[in-house]
C-alpha cells in the first residue's frame, strides 16, 4: 500500500488490535483457535477428555492411553463412562506444568 503524499501509512498492527477489540467474545475465540481442532488445555472446562484429546494434550497415540488405562501402568488414571474412558483435566494439567 502506497501512502499518499503527506500522509503516513496505516499502522497495520493498531489496526487489527482494533478490529479484534470489536469482535464479539464468542467470533474472536473461533478466530484465535488452535488449527489443529483439538481445545487448548489452559481454557478447557471440562473436568474429563476423552481419551483422544488427553493423548492430543500429551503427545501420546491413543493406543498407549488405552494401554496405560488397562495395566494401570501410566501416570494417569481414567474413569469409565458407560465404557468410555474420561481422563482427568486436572492430573493433565498437574503432569505437563500448566496452570
Do not use: C, Y
Amino acid at each position: 500500500m502506497q501512502a499518499l503524499p503527506n500522509q503516513q501509512p496505516p499502522d497495520i498492527q493498531a489496526l487489527l488490535s482494533q478490529f479484534l477489540a470489536q469482535l464479539p467474545a464468542a467470533q474472536l475465540e473461533q478466530l484465535t483457535r488452535k488449527s489443529d481442532g483439538f481445545p487448548d488445555i489452559r481454557t478447557e472446562s471440562r473436568t474429563h477428555v476423552p481419551t483422544d484429546i488427553a493423548g492430543h494434550w500429551l503427545n501420546r497415540k491413543g493406543q498407549t492411553m488405552r494401554g496405560w488405562a488397562s495395566s494401570e501402568s501410566g501416570p494417569l488414571r481414567p474413569i469409565r463412562v458407560s465404557g468410555k474412558l474420561a481422563w482427568p483435566v486436572a492430573d493433565i494439567r498437574r503432569l505437563l506444568g500448566v496452570q
